[in-house]
T-cell receptor, first 113, second 114 residues
Framework: KNQVEQSPQSLIILEGKNCTLQ??????????LRWYKQDTGRGPVSLTI?????NTKSNGRYTATLDADTKQSSLHITASQLSDSASYIC????????????FGQGTRLTINP | DTGVSQDPRHKITKRGQNVTFRCDPI?????LYWYRQTLGQGPEFLTY????????KSRLLSDRFSAERPKGSFSTLEIQRTEQGDSAMYLC????????????FGPGTRLTVL
């Protein structure tokens, strides 16, 4: 069973609208939770990174939240733009050892004009 | 460009052939990771280097896969006797030592096995 689950799998919204992507995780203990943006055929690019003690982190039009008690995170995108079309991946970094990243399957977001 | 680079960007090979990919991390980063991503899925961890030492390998890394980082700088990932199931994007990432540092990803190598 995947330790990081995301919903929805895909989402289509109109340019200018807001949206919220969800992430549930079971990885424990963890060092931090990250949201990455991945354009088709490219490597992931970090949007936000939060430790377990942080509740929210913003990066421009992107705002991530974290509830370590319920093991849930969300990524809110405000005033979407066509360039926001991409996959958004929730990632949890293990605390120990290699601190490898455990990825969700991603949400494919499409912004239509 | 001081980011993570990977070569080649695309590789098409016939089943049974051997392939080798290269990753050049950000120069001062001690940690180097390899991940594999199949279509529609998130990346999965393959292996991790701390300098030249390979410290962790995933069960995904069968005996046909071998990775090296001989001088603690660039790394290579070799796949022997490729199979169609090896078709994927192979991503390399690097980070500084310590806890909680961001991993910076390269553009990936897209492998297609015919």
């Amino acid at each position: 069973k995947n330790q990081v689950e995301q919903s929805p799998q895909s989402l289509i919204i109109l340019e200018g609208k807001n949206c919220t992507l969800q992430c549930n995780y079971t990885v424990s203990p963890f060092s931090n939770l990250r949201w990455y943006k991945q354009d088709t055929g490219r490597g992931p690019v970090s949007l936000t990174i939060m430790t377990f003690s942080e509740n929210t982190k913003s990066n421009g039009r992107y705002t991530a939240t974290l509830d370590a008690d319920t093991k849930q995170s969300s990524l809110h995108i405000t005033a979407s733009q066509l360039s926001d079309s991409a996959s958004y991946i929730c990632v949890v970094s293990e605390l120990q050892g290699a601190q490898k990243l455990v990825f969700g399957q991603g949400t494919r977001l499409t912004i239509n004009p | 460009d001081t980011g993570v680079s990977q070569d080649p960007r695309h590789k098409i090979t016939k089943r049974g052939q051997n392939v080798t990919f290269r990753c050049d991390p950000i120069s001062e980063h001690n940690r180097l990771y390899w991940y594999r991503q199949t279509l529609g899925q998130g990346p999965e961890f393959l292996t991790y280097f701390q300098n030249e030492a390979q410290l962790e390998k995933s069960r995904l890394l069968s005996d046909r896969f071998s990775a090296e980082r001989p001088k603690g700088s660039f790394s290579t990932l070799e796949i022997q006797r490729t199979e169609q199931g090896d078709s994927a994007m192979y991503l390399c990432a690097s980070s500084p030592d310590g806890t909680g540092h961001e991993q910076f990803f390269g553009p990936g190598t897209r492998l297609t096995v015919l």
